[in-house]
């Protein structure tokens, strides 16, 4: 799985401007954006993806680099981001899921430069 972590890193981008920027957008123009980006389903359904890409892009880098840091790194953003759809208020859901995606982000791009150095 050679670009596992490219993947990951791409849906991470987008889930951050998908929780940054569509309040923005909502606010500005709420008649342009579809009602399901805001739905619960959207955040569980894009864990969902996010789960086993990441598993997978981590899983590979580690057979190769062999640093658990990495491996917490990516699952302390996993959790933080399941964390994040479970909280009933906007803003914690949103912090929690932005500090998540950034972790998992992070785990994955030091897993792609050490995958290739090793």
């Known amino acids: 799985m050679r670009y596992a ?14 929780c940054l920027l569509l ?6 123009a709420p ?3 579809p009602v399901f980006l805001a739905d619960e389903g959207f ?29 917490a790194l990516a699952a302390i953003g ?3 981001m399941v964390l994040g759809v479970l909280q009933e208020t ?3 859901e949103r912090g929690l899921t ?6 998992v982000a992070a785990a994955h791009t030091l897993n792609w430069q050490w995958r290739r150095r090793g």
Request: glycine share 8%; with cysteine; aromatic share 8%.
């Open 5 to 18: 972590d490219e993947a990951a890193v791409g849906l991470s981008v987008a889930c951050l401007a998908h």
């Open 23 to 28: 309040p923005v957008f909502i606010t500005l």
């Open 31 to 33: 008649w342009l954006f």
């Open 43 to 71: 955040h569980i359904a894009m864990l969902a993806v996010a789960v086993p890409v990441s598993a997978v892009g981590i899983g590979f880098g580690f057979r190769v680099h062999r640093d658990m840091r990495l491996v």
């Open 78 to 80: 996993l959790v933080l």
């Open 90 to 92: 906007d803003a914690l």
């Open 98 to 103: 932005v500090i998540g995606v950034a972790c």
